[in-house]
């Protein structure tokens, strides 16, 4: 687990919120704990980099009529049609936008499972 000096108490963070904050989106992560919780915060550019890594594979073929269909290899919920490859990759990655806010904002808590 995260070295446990990093994490500071909640009561702690309140008295010096914005350097914490500061510290967060200028140094490194920050780490607290609420009673029994330890949460970890990052800025946004440290989210990209580990997200990088994060990668969708998109299987395109053309149909017996011409058209593109598209789906990703890892969500089979998400299929495209379109005129050409570059419109049926674009389109794949708009409905994977889509498809990320709505699991964060309505499903998260429906189908995030723990590492055991």
Known sequence: MIMLRLIE????????FSEFIDTVVRDRPGFLTRNRDILATLNLEHVQVLLELLQFRANI???????????????HDIV????????VIADLASNLTEYAEEYLTN???LYFTPLP
Not at 61 to 75: D, K, M, P, S
Not at 80 to 87: A, R, V
């Open 80 to 87: 495209t049609t379109g005129t050409t490859e570059e419109e």
């Open 9 to 16: 108490k909640a009561s702690d963070v309140r008295q010096h």
């Open 107 to 109: 499903n998260f808590r």
């Open 61 to 75: 073929r053309q149909n017996e009529h011409g058209a593109y269909v598209g789906t990703l290899q890892e969500i």
